[in-house]
């Protein structure tokens, strides 16, 4: 990345620690908490600046309320979006109204396992936004049924069962990183799950099926903590309590794997 290594001087804004600890999520522009399970703009400003460059096209399987799309328009990047909530679509079409971005990004409803859909739309992208490949992908799954988007079945928010997850996981993977070039980045962010009275370790179980799967090398994993959690504000003591009284722990991390496809 030597974009980022000028004259001996170096991007001091761009965080390269493993751990990320986070006071709360920016709220600037058009970036709104509207969301349940959407991710903080720090994330995808972060990894957006360090591993693309200006005019490069980030592509998105899990589209959400528009948060990475939102960041792209700040730092000059190109976007492909897709999400299977049509709400969401017309909330980030409806946010983004009229601008002078409107040619550098393309956003559509659309079921991320189906390959011919996927092939289609990205098609239809590549010609509106003059481009032929895509620099990095960056895929915020959810993190199995923990939180429940939609009904369609399609949806991995309706999916209980660890081995299914992965099955459909892997198929996304397949049908959007083909379109990622050779050398470039892809980052995965997710968290683990509480089940059955045990932790199951769903990050780690995506990112052992990539290594598996993929022709990629683990650039690095970082963790992920912000203490500004909606959810939690004002109640750290009753989930302590909860948690004594119990034999668990608090969740208050997510993991971020950055890969590198390779040949």
């Not at 995506?206 to 959810?231: H, Q």
Request: hydrophobic share 35%; aromatic share 12%; proline share 3%.
């Amino acid at each position: 990345m030597n974009e980022l290594i000028k004259n001996n001087t170096i991007e001091t804004e761009i965080n390269v620690d493993s751990l990320w600890l986070i006071p709360q999520r920016d709220k600037t522009g058009k970036h709104k908490n509207i969301y349940h399970g959407n991710f903080i703009p720090q994330i995808p400003n972060q990894l957006i600046r360090r591993y693309t460059k200006e005019q490069d096209i980030i592509l998105e399987p899990f589209a959400g309320s528009g948060t990475t799309l939102f960041e792209c328009e700040n730092l000059n990047r190109k976007y492909i979006g897709f999400d299977i909530n049509q709400q969401m679509i017309d909330y980030i079409k409806d946010t983004m109204g009229q601008t002078l971005y409107q040619d550098k990004y393309y956003i559509e409803n659309c079921n991320s396992l189906d390959e011919k859909e996927i092939d289609k739309n990205i098609k239809i992208a590549y010609n509106n936004l003059d481009g032929q490949q895509v620099q990095f992908v960056l895929m915020h799954p959810p993190y199995m049924d923990i939180v429940k988007f939609t009904d369609d079945k399609n949806d991995l928010s309706n999916i209980k069962n660890l081995e299914d997850f992965l099955d459909k996981f892997k198929t996304i993977c397949k049908n959007f990183l083909k379109y990622l070039e050779i050398n470039k980045y892809f980052a995965i962010v997710i968290g683990d799950v509480y089940k059955n009275s045990e932790v199951i370790p769903l990050s780690f179980y995506c990112m052992d099926m990539i290594k598996k799967n993929f022709k990629a090398k683990l650039k690095g994993i970082i963790v992920k903590n912000i203490e500004g959690n909606r959810g939690k504000l004002g109640q750290a003591g009753i989930w302590k309590y909860r948690a004594l009284k119990s034999d668990y722990f608090l969740f208050k991390h997510e993991y971020i794997f950055v890969f590198k496809k390779v040949k």
